[in-house]
């Protein structure tokens, strides 16, 4: 299969300073591939730059056709969800509303209200609680709320900014299992961002890692996790 | 007794005015933070149109929607072309254009229609419903049409879907781009509904106090204070103000201080609710952990 995302000397900027340097990956389609690297190093900000969030330099190609420049909201548009950091729930709108707008820019009326209800299936607990306002539930319940909210976009790419974030090791594991589930069965091509290298490594097929915003590693994820320098500094064995 | 009904009826007419003014207010400080003070003067423009319609031999009705339109593409036009670019400015740069967008409208509407004191008509003449000496038609009739803006408004934010963007897009712009939503235009919008509400409630008020350029500046006035009275971010609370002034304002006019402090009324209200309670009374406390 091809590849669905392709960067290519990708800089991004805060206001003057830069943070990434040149920074290049492809993502296959259907695939899992995560960007591992210690905090500062431009993780976030890198799925920032996709989405075009931040001020870039360089081009990103979805399917081949170029999305840099583009506003965040058209971006969005051709497919690509983002659960960003502090997953971006509207913790004042109700579970349901929070769903809803997640189908915002889809025409399809019926299939958005057919698309709840199966994630009302998936998680059962976002269904208990569909009337409650999102920023009442767990960390857990929100984060899946958050990936929820992301597949109602029936987005061609699921850019995940740090699932595991603030979350009990249990929980961590539950959110991994329904992402590995979501890749299995609805073909979506995920770009993950994780601290926790090793959960990582184990769910995604190829891996980055960043180093003070370049690539200094790529490959697949087997072979990352056998690289004596990323098991010494990131895995810690 | 009779003449204190009367006095406290009257106050809920003026009061749904002052209710719309608040909404208009708290619509576009929801999303922006800013509290727009030309929201009067584009009220009263938007009622001299109306007027010029009417005068041109449009029907009542007819006029009365036309505005609302104009009001609302105005009001949107007026955000994409004047507001966007200091979108991200310091406030200090939009109370000025706010400012200034007060003088031009006052003073265009000035050089246009003229200074001269006007009628406008009532859509409610006396006896179109049952007007006893409580309440006259054009009091029932504004108060109707209050409502029904309420509940308009009300059905549009929490059944349609552009009303939860919106909802969305003043809780929170950056999740709101992600999900897709064109969070410029959604301000664009609450731009336009309040200068819709705003000229909605000029026609409303025009019949009692005339149609002059200066008509809605010390209606703003009641508007803010009832805002703040509610809870400058609270839409119902904002509203709830609106009516509890408009009461206030009129029986405390009649019975305590005289019709030519009343303004005053307003004025006290905003100082001692900025400061004994600034969120008002059912305003969203906001904490921040320092």
Redesign the interface.
Known sequence: MGAILQASNLDAFYGPTQVLFGVGFELREGGITTILGANGAGKTTTLRAVCGMVRTAGEVRLKGERIDGKATEDIVRKGIAHVPDGRGTFTALTVEENLRLGGYVRKDRDGVAADIERLYERFPRLKERRRQQAGTLSGGEQQMLAISRALMLRPRLLLLDEPSFGLAPLIVKEIFEIMRTINREDGVSMLLVEQNASLALDLADHAYLLETGKVVIAGSADAIKNDEQVRRSYLGY | MEAFLHQVFSGLATGGIYASMALALVMIYQSTHHINFSQGEMATFCTFIAWALIETGFPYWVAFFATVAIGLVGGMAIQRILLRPVENAPILTNVIVFIGLLVIFNSTAGWIFDHTIKAFPSPFPRGTFFDTQYFSSHEIGSIMVTLLVLVALYVFFRFT?LG??M??AA??P??????????SWMLALGWGLAAAIGAIAGMMVAPIVYLDPNMMAGILLYGFAGALLGGIDNPWGAVFGGFVVGVLENVLGAYVIGTELKLTVALVLIVGVLTLKPTGLFGKVVVTRV
């Open positions: 879907p939860l963007a909802r969305a809780q929170n950056v999740s709101s781009r992600l999900v897709g939503i064109r969070v």
